[in-house]
């Protein structure tokens, strides 16, 4: 089985940084794209970033220019570095692993989830 492991959510005020990592674990042959996810209460779960294995990148527009993400594939972990951080920017932010080749097969994992709040 796999499990991905968030940690670094908390509470920050706004205009403070804040980084997300999130561990894969499991018996783990290879990982495609990584991604985070948000959702604010009462709103819908949204794309906030992802990073292929590659490298490549893609934003959210609501935090392109203050969040990055990035990963380093030897620990099979990903990051999500958050500057500038805004009120808005306050919901769980989920941990998703779309394609995680284990064994013959593929599984998408979520994480747990960890709490942001941005104080004004």
């Known amino acids: 089985q796999v499990q991905l492991v968030e940690s670094g959510g908390g509470l920050v005020q706004a205009g403070g940084s804040l980084r997300l990592s999130c561990a894969a674990s499991?018996?783990?042959?290879?990982?495609?794209?990584m991604g985070w996810y948000r959702q604010a209460p009462g709103k819908q779960r949204e794309l906030v970033a992802a990073?292929?294995?590659?490298?490549?990148?893609n934003y959210a527009d609501s935090v392109k220019g203050r969040f990055t993400i990035s990963r380093d594939n030897a620990k099979n972990t990903v990051y999500l570095q958050m500057n500038s951080l805004k009120p808005e920017d306050t919901a769980v932010y989920y941990c998703?692993?779309?394609?995680?080749?284990?064994?013959?097969?593929?599984?998408?994992?979520w994480g747990q989830g960890t709490l942001v709040t941005v104080s004004s």
């Open positions: 499991g018996s783990i042959f290879s990982i495609n794209a």
């Open positions: 998703n692993a779309p394609e995680i080749r284990w064994y013959d097969r593929y599984l998408e994992v």
């Open positions: 990073i292929t294995s590659g490298g490549s990148t």
